[in-house]
């Protein structure tokens, strides 16, 4: 059973565990079945198409952890000059038979939280794909609420395709617009209790749209929406293939730009790009989008910098791959082990290190369900950026960079 180690609040009063969290679900409120309208007439005449990008509610969209946690905690996060946090993506269990595997990602993440204010996480930044599957709000309860009613701390998130999907209901029509349950859970103009938590305290999120600059101490987080598509992801029209326009680039590029010139200034931290869709992936379901690994590019060389990790989900297993770019060493790390589903790397491959594009993929990727866990450390001179996946079933793999030169300086390496 999941237990919080004590309740948090927030500067506007949100809250983020129950006070006396239930023990794990075995069954659901409201069973899904969603999952018949992938045969639909509308599905299958619309599922090559990505959907509209709701417009941010503030510009540029910015969030300050300050808005969600008590300055105490902040403060004594500031004076240990380090900050952790989890990530993680595809975390909805759609089948009663997932139930145990969110659960049991769920409930080790809050006993992360145990740990004092200074060195316990402080937000889990989740990379997409909260509610499957095509982002319904009578899901959110099973799949986001109560799986997470005991995580005492913010959980801020980047949607995934599943939740951006409208596919369902009728034979010809969607259901309902895109991301509306998303966009009433996680981009409230206020925090407070949402409708579809069934009376869990949680309280709603207030970022300022899908894609979004999260500000904490000593690390920027820049989230972006990479949209529907089962296979790759979109950030831009990609030379007119989609009806898109380059919002996310340019603000990609000018977010790493202003991030570049405050470390510049003395403002030492880590910069770190979320995506749900990897740009490289060698699962055998979904892999890596070129495309979207270009869009990236465009808005590193418009920059003139590029970030010190990518964080992505949307493939069901974990995967750690290197790139070198700008004499820098970028780990790029796939996350999308939260509890949906299980995936396999395709056939064939030979055993790690081997090369994908210009990506090395480091090690075997990891057929388990974990999550991730970022630390950023300043209390050595330059900074260290160290990213830890830890699995339920006991695998670990980690990497760590050091900020100021961009190398890598350790990782666990199998054999």
């Not at 059973?1 to 023990?23: E, I, K």
């Not at 904490?216 to 293939?241: C, E, H, K, M």
């Not at 064939?348 to 081997?354: C, D, F, K, R, V």
């Amino acid at each position: 059973m999941a237990t919080n180690a004590g309740r948090l609040t927030g500067p506007a009063g949100q809250l983020f565990a129950d006070p006396a969290p239930t023990p794990d679900e075995v069954s659901f409120q409201v069973d899904n079945n969603s999952e018949q309208y992938y045969d639909s007439p509308y599905f299958e005449r619309h599922q090559d198409q990505v959907q509209p990008v709701p417009a941010p509610r503030a510009t540029p969209p910015r969030l300050d952890l300050a808005s969600l946690l008590e300055a105490d905690v902040l403060a004594a996060v500031s004076a240990s000059k380090r900050i952790s946090f989890h990530a993680v993506g595809d975390t909805g269990a759609a089948k009663v038979s997932s139930i145990a595997t969110e659960a049991g990602v769920a409930d080790a993440m809050v006993k992360d939280l145990s740990a004092a204010p200074a060195t316990a996480p402080a937000f889990f930044f989740h990379l997409g794909d909260v509610v499957y599957h095509f982002g319904e709000g009578r899901y959110y309860y099973d799949q986001f609420y109560e799986p997470f009613r005991a995580y005492d701390r913010p959980i801020i998130a980047i949607p995934g395709n599943h939740d951006g999907m409208v596919f369902g209901d009728a034979p010809d029509t969607p259901s309902t617009a895109t991301l509306v349950a998303f966009l009433r859970n996680f981009c409230a103009a206020s925090p407070g209790p949402s409708p579809d938590a069934a009376g869990l305290v949680r309280s709603t999120m207030t970022q300022p749209g899908v894609y979004f600059t999260l500000e904490a101490p000593f690390v920027s987080i820049v989230g972006l929406y990479t949209n529907v598509l089962d296979g790759p992801g979109v950030l831009s029209s990609q030379g007119g293939r989609y009806p898109l326009g380059d919002e996310q680039l340019h603000f990609l590029a000018s977010e790493l730009k202003r991030l570049e010139q405050q470390r510049t200034g003395g403002d030492q931290r880590a910069i770190i790009v979320a995506c749900h869709h990897p740009p490289a992936s060698v699962d055998a379901k979904h892999g890596g989008g070129t495309g979207l690994s270009q869009d990236l590019d465009k808005a590193f060389t418009e920059a003139g910098v590029a970030p010190d990790a990518v964080l992505s989900g949307h493939a069901h297993l974990y995967q750690r791959y290197t790139r070198a770019l700008n004499d820098r060493e970028i780990p790029y790390v796939v996350a999308g082990s939260g509890g949906f589903a299980a995936e396999r790397p395709k056939g064939g491959l030979p055993p790690a290190p081997i090369t994908v594009g210009d990506f090395t993929l480091v090690r075997d990727p990891i057929i388990e369900f974990g999550y991730l866990t970022l630390t950023v450390d300043m209390t050595t001179e330059r900074g260290k950026l160290a990213i830890r996946w830890g699995g339920t079933q006991g695998s670990t793999d980690a990497v760590t960079v050091d900020l100021g030169s961009g190398r890598i300086v350790s990782q666990q390496i199998p054999g």
